[in-house]
């Protein structure tokens, strides 16, 4: 095991897609974030789950402000491991 001091802020690639928002680093099997990526998908993310804005809308206001894509499936598959299901942010139950 090296003894390398990974940056608090890097997480481990555990797949082979970078998430939006990261991009690779320079220590080998960690992703290095993208603070201004990070904080547009947090902003935009909130004003999904607020119900202020489409995930299409959001998905493109994100590209044209990081010009980075990502798709609006990809968005809420973010927005839900944030911040819970639709249903279950709403308390429906089925």
Do not use: C, H
């Not at 997480?11 to 970078?18: A, D, F, H, M």
């Not at 499936?73 to 709403?90: A, M, T």
């Amino acid at each position: 095991m090296s003894n390398i001091d990974i940056p608090d802020n890097y997480i481990k690639r555990i797949t082979s897609t970078t998430p939006f928002g990261y991009t690779e680093s320079e220590i080998k099997g960690w992703l290095q974030p993208i603070p201004n990526e990070l904080e547009s998908l947090e902003f935009i993310s909130k004003m999904v789950v607020n119900e202020e804005i489409s995930l299409r809308m959001a998905a493109d206001w994100l590209e044209y402000k990081t010009g980075r894509s990502i798709s609006a499936r990809g968005l809420q598959k973010n927005i839900d491991k944030v911040y819970g299901r639709r249903q279950e942010r709403l308390g429906a139950t089925s």
